[in-house]
């Protein structure tokens, strides 16, 4: 069983940065992906980054945001910057996609985090 637990979160002004990270524990092999969402109150859970060989972003943090792994300590980064009121939310992260293809999907990932809050205001 793989755990994984976010911290980082918390209160910044619009146009300052954040570093989120997440710690996985329990047994994995081989390689894999590992993403990070972020659901606001109302709204759906929607990706924002993924990362394997390489690294895919949603068109809204582009630019902004920027996802790492440091794997000797099985850990996923996500740097925010330049961060807008509209990256309010609770942000998540996941591994074990079944279909890279469909990373964009919530229901593709098998383990998630208990979330950290990120809200952006002045």
């Known amino acids: 069983e793989v755990q994984l637990v976010e911290s980082g979160g918390g209160l910044v002004q619009p146009g300052g940065s954040l570093k989120l990270s997440c710690v996985q524990s329990g047994y994995t092999a081989g390689r894999y992906s590992m993403a990070w969402f972020r659901q606001a109150p109302g709204n759906q859970r929607e990706a924002v980054a993924v990362?394997?060989?390489?690294?895919l972003y949603a068109d809204s943090v582009k630019g902004r945001f920027t996802i790492s792994r440091d794997t000797a300590k099985k850990t996923l980064y996500l740097q925010m910057d330049s961060l807008k009121p509209e990256d309010t939310a609770t942000y998540y992260c996941?591994?074990?996609?079944?279909?890279?293809?469909?990373?964009?999907?919530?229901?593709?990932?098998?383990?998630w985090g208990q979330g950290t809050q990120v809200t952006v205001s002045s």
């Open positions: 996941a591994s074990h996609v079944r279909e890279f293809a469909s990373w964009f999907r919530a229901d593709e990932w098998s383990y």
């Open positions: 990362i394997d060989l390489g690294a």
